[in-house]
């Protein structure tokens, strides 16, 4: 029987549960165990594809088409968890399941209700992921303990621990011990609201973790043990790293957190391999060189609305030993002033995806910069279509083009419509999803970075490179250097005369991880501190 370790949070939200889930996951397969790894959000959309990236951040993207929460991009980043359409599931998702259920008549005309038809269908779909060969199945309730949301999620998992028993159902409640600077001191008693509102549920924490911008001293563990019914050595600091989120599962190590967790399970594993994970924060904590990126997008104000792009170019800097500092550059403001002003001595841009007119043309114009004064260019998903709508208009004379997203007059429609969105009405889950094969050519830049003809990436999108206007892109030095044989799509598009330009339909940040960066994000930086090199700053 698999173990199941359930992660709840308390007190605010935005502590960090996804990343802490993430650092056991990567600590128990360390110790040969296999994992899998799942998130549960209490909001009753379906998933998070047709929210706003203010509302909830990006959208992260499965081999398998699912638009997911971006908890499961650090779930990928950790660990080597297999992660499908399984591995997210929604208020929205497990509601529509007993509903549709109910019309078919599936509960013998039984009066459907929270309890027992919503919480099996919650345990159902926790035990969804979990392979025959499953040692260990990590389950993060999203939200935060006193939601009135989360409390299903949160009566389902309590029913598991009844009924799978003690020894193989483990708790773990991530908090906060805030500092109150003006007195100097640190407080235990909004965990020990949150603990309170777990048990008056049903669920006893197992391990406590605390996140703290101080150490917490013996004394404070000792009253967080009293007072939340936890032994004092479950009693976990998770202080705030200094360098890098990737530092988190090292600060477990030294608490020994995943040794508790093989206690707790009776599980006999040797010692934990961590010599690549820790010459990997070697290389971030002292890299051999320093360098500004510009990011030109729309949706700066939130980290977590590029989450995955600012992780690969993250990886990519430590492929190279070097330290990255991201420039976030507003679209609409280079409309306003002008590209120069924002990008004269940068060494390397990129061009998120995103939707919406909003600060298109400033991507444009910023793409037209890096063209023209050779700088490294790396563009995505819109990202490339807008690279392709430049070079339409100031290299091909093509003075209107434009995608139909934006501009369904157009007498160049260079970007448009995939065939097979035409007749689609409903945006949830309809878009061109998940991994599909693209075929590089091998005297390109891809080819060079993959180091293979045929590649899988996965992606986000409903508008694509329009095929009329192949020849004569080609013709004025566009190489179409990655096509998809499916739907005969142009998937990596890149200027044949400039250090390195290549815009990709995908979405390559989605496959990065810290100890092994994408090839293109890893090309990308390689070429921008080259540039930078020249431009004597290096």
Not at 365 to 391: D, H, K, S, T, W
Not at 444 to 456: D, H, T, V
Request: charged share 25%.
């Amino acid at each position: 029987m698999a173990k199941h370790i359930f992660i709840t949070g308390g007190v605010v939200s935005s502590l960090g549960k996804g990343l802490t889930s993430a650092a056991i996951g990567l600590l128990l397969e360390r110790r040969g165990l296999k994992i899998t790894i799942q998130k549960l959000d209490p909001y009753i959309n379906v998933d998070p594809g047709t929210m706003s990236p203010f509302q909830h951040g990006e959208v992260y993207v499965t081999d398998d088409g699912a638009e997911t929460d971006l908890d499961l991009g650090h779930y990928e980043r950790f660990t080597n968890a297999i992660l499908t359409k399984d591995s997210n599931f929604t208020t929205g998702k497990i509601y529509s399941t007993v509903i549709a259920n109910e019309r078919r008549g599936k509960y013998l005309g039984k009066t459907v209700q929270v309890i027992p038809h919503i919480t099996n269908e919650i345990k159902s779909a926790i035990k969804k992921p979990v392979e025959r060969n499953t040692d260990v199945a990590i389950t993060e309730i999203g939200g935060t303990v006193g939601d009135i949301e989360s409390l299903p999620f949160l009566e389902a998992i309590r029913q598991m621990r009844l009924e799978l028993g003690p020894e193989n159902v483990l708790f773990i409640h991530l908090t906060l011990i805030p500092y109150l600077r003006a007195s100097g001191e640190m407080k235990t008693k909004p965990t020990q609201h949150s603990v309170g509102k777990l048990r008056e549920i049903g669920i006893q924490p197992d391990i406590l973790i605390c996140r703290t911008e101080k150490p917490l001293s013996e004394d404070l563990k000792y009253k967080l043990s009293l007072f939340c019914n936890v032994p004092k050595k479950f009693v976990i600091e998770e202080q705030d790293v200094s360098h890098s989120i990737y530092e988190v599962p090292l600060v477990l190590v030294e608490q020994k957190v995943d040794e508790l967790i093989l206690k707790q399970f009776n599980i006999k594993r040797n010692g934990r391999d961590l010599k690549d994970w820790r010459r990997m924060i070697e290389i971030i904590k002292h890299p051999k060189h320093t360098m500004e990126i510009a990011v030109v997008g729309k949706y700066l104000e939130l980290q977590d609305a590029y989450k995955s792009i600012y992780e690969a170019l993250t990886h990519g800097g430590i492929a190279n030993h070097c330290r990255l500092q991201i420039k976030r550059i507003n679209a609409e403001d280079i409309e306003k002033s002008g590209a120069e002003k924002y990008l004269k001595n940068m060494p390397g841009l990129l061009v998120p995806g995103g939707f919406g007119q909003r600060g298109v043309e400033g991507k444009i114009q910023a793409i037209e910069y890096a063209r023209i004064n050779q700088i490294p260019f790396f563009g995505i998903c819109l990202g490339m279509q807008c690279a392709v709508i430049e070079f339409a208009r100031n290299v091909c004379g093509l003075k209107d083009a434009h995608s139909t997203e934006f501009s369904r007059e157009t007498n160049h429609p260079v970007i448009d419509l995939m065939a097979s969105q035409r007749d689609i009405k409903d945006l949830g889950g309809t878009m061109r999803l998940g991994s599909y094969q693209c075929h590089l050519k091998k005297d390109s830049a891809a080819y060079r970075a993959y180091q293979q003809e045929i590649i899988l990436e996965r992606h986000r999108h409903r508008f694509e490179f329009n095929n009329n206007y192949r020849e004569q892109f080609t013709k004025k030095g566009l190489r179409l250097s990655g096509i998809c044989p499916k739907n005969n799509l142009v998937e990596i598009v890149e200027l044949t005369e400039h250090p390195w330009f290549v815009g990709v339909q995908f979405h390559p940040e989605f496959k990065s991880k810290p100890i092994a960066p994408h090839p293109l994000f890893r090309d990308f930086i390689k070429s921008a501190l080259s540039k930078q090199s020249a431009m004597g700053d290096c």
